[in-house]
């Protein structure tokens, strides 16, 4: 979790510098935008993928005279870093990969086709065959397994990696309908709410302390109990949908932003949608494979900021 909240720290300094520097120029920002973004692609690779959602905040930010120099300083940091844990990885493995973490996160992205029934691994190779045998069921708790199988048969974990990368894009190919309805699967409701939930917060506090999961964070099971005459139930209840409501008008807000202010000949707005981008590539980049609701913690400040900017380009005057 610590690293976690260090990513959102350095992800969330590189977006607000941004916006800072778009309506009080800076020279230092770009540099500063660099190491924020170098030092979260050592905490997260898919960092080097988000960070091209950067680019047109960086554009928006910089001045005519200026973008080589802002591009050159808000990327070139983070692509050294790729290049030097790339080399790191090669002179270990012989693979020039920057993470192995596909042979986990690639196959728990087909698993909602393999619940279906659909042949995701109909090969006769070694990595198909040891797939068919153990992910019966469309099991997360077995790609674990499965690995240790490809393993004990000699594969190393760059090869596993590559592997079920390329079953995950013949998925795409094949089955392009499934992939896309797993897709959008795995954004829930309560993302949107983040910016203001935080009874989901207390929720996963106590998941990732391995407790259960607090009754009054779960609407169904209150629900349930408020139909039996249940007071504290209803009220716990009522408190959720108000909470909920608050942080999905936030969130919606945050959607609308950029285009609305925009549509007011506000200049901010321009700025807006740059961090609009980054907020679109942070989620365009997980939701393929696995979005998980601490990948979203990094975009909560740019959504208030988001919702803000547009509550103040439409309050009435005073």
């Not at 005279?65 to 050159?72: A, D, K, Q, T």
């Not at 109909?122 to 708790?141: F, I, K, N, Q």
């Amino acid at each position: 979790m610590l690293t976690d909240a260090i990513y959102a720290a350095l992800f969330g300094f590189a977006a607000l510098w941004l916006v800072q520097a778009a309506l009080r120029p800076s020279g230092t920002v770009p540099v500063g935008v660099g190491i924020a973004l170098a030092g979260a692609m050592m905490l997260r690779e898919a960092t080097m993928f988000i960070a091209v959602g950067f680019a047109p905040a960086v554009w928006i930010a910089s001045r005519p005279g200026s973008r080589l120099r802002w591009f050159g300083s808000s990327f070139l940091p983070i692509i050294a870093v790729v290049a030097w844990m790339a080399g790191i990885n090669y002179a270990r493995s012989g693979f020039p990969v920057i993470t192995t973490s596909p042979q986990l996160v690639m196959v728990q992205a087909v698993l909602p086709l393999l619940k279906q029934g659909l042949p995701v691994f109909d090969g006769e190779d070694l990595y198909d065959r040891t797939a068919r045998d153990t992910l019966r069921g469309g099991e997360y708790a077995m790609i674990d397994e499965l690995n240790r199988k490809l393993f004990l048969a000699g594969l190393t974990a760059p090869e596993m990696a590559q592997a079920a990368t390329r079953r995950y894009l013949r998925a795409w190919w094949r089955f392009p309908g499934a992939m896309l309805i797993a897709t959008v699967g795995r954004y829930r409701d309560h993302f949107l709410a983040l910016a203001f939930y935080p009874t989901i917060t207390l929720r996963y506090l106590d998941v990732h302390a391995g407790l259960p999961r607090p009754e009054f964070t779960d609407p169904a099971r209150l629900w349930k109990k408020f139909k039996r005459g249940n007071l504290s139930a209803g009220a716990w209840l009522l408190l959720d949908v108000v909470i909920r409501v608050i942080g999905t008008t936030i969130g919606l807000a945050a959607l609308a932003a950029p285009f609305l202010v925009m549509n007011q000949r506000d200049d901010r707005g321009r700025v807006l949608f740059g961090t609009w981008l980054i907020c679109a590539a942070c989620v365009a980049v997980y939701i393929p494979v696995h979005l998980d609701i601490r990948y979203l913690v990094p975009l909560i400040p740019l959504q208030c900021l988001l919702a803000a900017t547009l509550w103040d380009a439409f309050r009435p005057p005073e």
